[in-house]
């Protein structure tokens, strides 16, 4: 028995803390419709006070005018009603009118602010929590910048990019290590089949026919493009002293990205230069078809962009 209501607890304590843990999850989305929710409620509420506020209204100058007719009418002397007692009486109806219209827009008033203060708490969160995702975001980006560095270090700028973009090296890879002895990759490079890997960086994408409208099925025309287009982003780098790989994207008619949101370039805080890997050679594959009357011409160009890294903190 002392068992049963023993696990009986731990259940019960289980689920309690797994609904909190889903209420904090959820507590922006909450707070969101709490706060639209509170504010047409409170909206329709007013609406209705209004009518009864106009009635009011009405009734507060009809008792004003029969006060007066009343003072206009009585014998000057004698009377014990006077302007004095007119004007304590108006005052004391504007009060009485103020507290009914308190009594009426009260209630609209307080939800009116409790949706306010829940929609700034909404907004409140999901700043922290995107304060808190761009610095995970930047901490794995200098980590990731690191590792490659070494790799550069260790075994040469070479094997970087061969472990990085997944491909063969024409005439094989020649790596040496720190002391100049070489280092064989033979079955290493027998196993990689030479062909582009679908994401070679987490930023890269391909610039490809029936996908792209801008893309040509002209070699030239479509290296043409791509080099003045990094020439406008370099511009635009140098004019604004910063840019977003979504605005690069958008130029190069790419759909934007979550990440492209928050990384890019900032002049003094990398390469102060934007590049697309253009004349990267492992960057194109050929299509696999007859020669159309203007030349063989490419299925895939990927871009590739050296970003400095997230941005979003330091523009």
């Known amino acids: 028995m002392n068992n049963l209501i023993q696990n009986l607890k731990s259940i019960t304590m289980f689920n309690g803390s797994r609904g909190m843990l889903l209420l904090r999850k959820n507590s922006p989305e909450i707070l969101l419709a709490l706060g639209i929710g509170g504010g047409i409620t409170a909206t329709v509420l ?99 910048s690191v590792y490659r560095k070494r790799v550069k270090e260790e075994l040469g700028e070479e094997m970087d990019n061969y472990l990085y973009y997944g491909k063969k090296v024409p005439g094989g890879l020649k790596v040496t290590d720190q002391k100049g002895k070489s280092i064989k990759f033979d079955e290493l490079e027998a196993d990689l089949d030479g062909e582009l890997s679908d994401v070679p960086s987490m930023y890269a994408r391909y610039f490809e026919d029936d996908v792209n409208v801008y893309f040509r099925r002209n070699d030239s025309m479509n290296h043409f493009f791509l080099i003045n287009q990094q020439a406008a982003a370099n511009d635009l780098l140098k004019i604004r002293g910063h840019l977003f790989l979504n605005e690069v994207y958008d130029m190069l008619g790419l759909p934007r990205t979550r990440e492209g949101a928050v990384v890019g370039w900032v002049l003094g805080n990398g390469d102060d230069v934007i590049s697309f890997d253009i004349e990267n050679p492992y960057n194109t594959v050929a299509l696999d078809h007859a020669p159309q009357e203007n030349g063989r011409y490419l299925k895939k160009w990927l871009v590739d962009f050296n970003v400095d890294g997230v941005i979003y903190n330091i523009i």
């Open 46 to 144: 007013a609406c209705k006070a209004t009518i009864d506020a106009v009635k009011k209204k009405e009734e507060l100058e009809d008792n004003f005018q029969l006060m007066r007719e009343y003072l206009d009418s009585v014998d000057d002397f004698g009377s014990a009603y006077t302007q004095e007692h007119y004007d304590q009486n108006r005052n004391q109806l504007i009060l009485l009118f103020l507290l009914d219209m308190a009594k009426l827009y009260g209630p609209a008033v307080i939800l009116g602010a409790l949706s306010v203060g829940a929609l700034v708490g909404s907004n409140r969160i999901l700043n922290s929590r995107n304060v808190a995702a761009i610095t995970a975001f930047k901490a794995m980006s200098e980590a990731y």
